[in-house]
Each structure stands twice: as C-alpha cells, then as structure tokens.
C-alpha cells in the first residue's frame, strides 16, 4: 500500500497528521538532505517565512536549521514555521528540524518524495 503522502492530494491543515509508518518513511528521505533555511539571530521574519512556503512547495519535505539560545525556543520556533506554513513536524534533532507539507501540483524534477521515489 502506498502512502496516502504520495498520492500529493491537497491537505487541509487539520487534516495533517501523517502515521508512524509515513513519518519513518519521511525520516529516511530527509537523511540525506540538506538544510535549505537557517534561521539565525533575528528570528522568523517575513523573509525567512517566504523562503520556508517557496522551499515547501518546491521540495515538499525540508530540513531549518534553528539557531536558538535553547531547547525551549528551537521548539517554540518550530512551533510557529509549523502553524504559519501549514507543514507539519515530522522530526526535531538539535538545532535540525525536519517539516513536510504536500504540494498541489510537485515537480517531479524537484520534489524529494517523489525523487526519492524515483530512485
């Protein structure tokens, strides 16, 4: 059976919640990724939130980097890139947060799902 993430049917924020099973597969592809935004000392500004929505409906499934001055705010920033981008968390290591929200319409040529898929 196919995770219902590949199918990239347009998710409702309420309706976000991947499974065990999906949020392992997710894991295992964003091993080998990159982070594509750092967020540093002056924090979740508007351009960094920009970036965060074009990363996501480019590649989907993405890696930020926090830099934080603890725990406790790395979780609260994460919290928040959450809530304003409609992704959810799949995984949080340090300061390397790990966030997936399906696109409408994914490019094969840039998608990681659905590169990774292909390999």
Do not use: W, Y
Request: aromatic share 4%.
């Amino acid at each position: 059976m196919t995770p219902h993430f590949f199918q990239h049917e347009p998710t409702s924020t309420t309706n976000m919640k991947q499974s065990a099973h999906d949020k392992k597969h997710l894991r295992t592809i964003a091993h080998s990724l990159s982070p594509v935004v750092t967020i540093a000392q002056k924090g979740l500004t508007e351009n960094v939130n920009e970036e965060i929505d074009r990363a996501l409906s480019r590649h989907e499934l993405i890696k930020i980097k926090i830099f934080a001055a603890d725990r406790d705010s790395r979780k609260e920033l994460t919290q928040q890139i959450c809530e304003i981008s409609g992704a959810e968390l799949i995984q949080s290591i340090g300061n390397v947060a790990v966030i997936f929200r399906a696109a409408e319409k994914p490019n094969p040529k840039l998608s990681n799902i659905l590169r990774f898929q292909a390999s």
